[in-house]
């Protein structure tokens, strides 16, 4: 990574949203961890790095090191919010109240799960409800408009 060019860097991560501030985060972090010869292996040693909010903290944790954490994206919160499972507004009060919610031996695949979920059935603005497996007893917060 420390040898790619940022123009390489943006190039391959082109996809993804404000790809040219997240070339240049990821070669600091490369930077800055080559010096440290580790990634660290904690919440705050991770947000300590350029770039690094909670959800990317998580998921490292989770994928890295098979550390529990709840990776909470917006489909991790939009979802069990609009089922009725939790009440928050933020993703940081999502999370809190999953760890409450969900056994710690599902927090790891939870945001695959709901991830795969929310690409597929239980999207944002057009919910596919008609194949819902919880519809019976989703509540359907803030869904206008569904399938």
Known sequence: MRA????????LIFPAGFYRTKAAQLRAIA????????VPRTRDGLLA??????????????LAFGLDAICVDTHVHRIPNRLGWIDTK????????????????????????????????????????????????????????AR
Not at 108 to 137: H, K, M, W
């Open 4 to 11: 790619l060019s940022a123009e390489a860097v943006e190039q």
């Open 31 to 38: 930077r800055l961890l080559a010096e440290k010869d580790e």
């Open 49 to 62: 790095l350029p770039g690094v909010g909670r959800k990317t903290a998580n998921l490292v944790l989770n």
């Open 90 to 145: 933020t993703p940081e009060q999502s999370e809190a109240a999953l760890e409450a919610l969900w056994p710690r031996q599902h927090w790891i695949e939870a945001n695959g799960l709901l991830v795969s979920f929310g690409q597929s059935v239980c999207t944002p603005l057009s919910p596919r409800c008609s194949l819902c497996p919880f519809r019976p007893d989703c509540e359907q917060r803030g869904v206008r408009k």
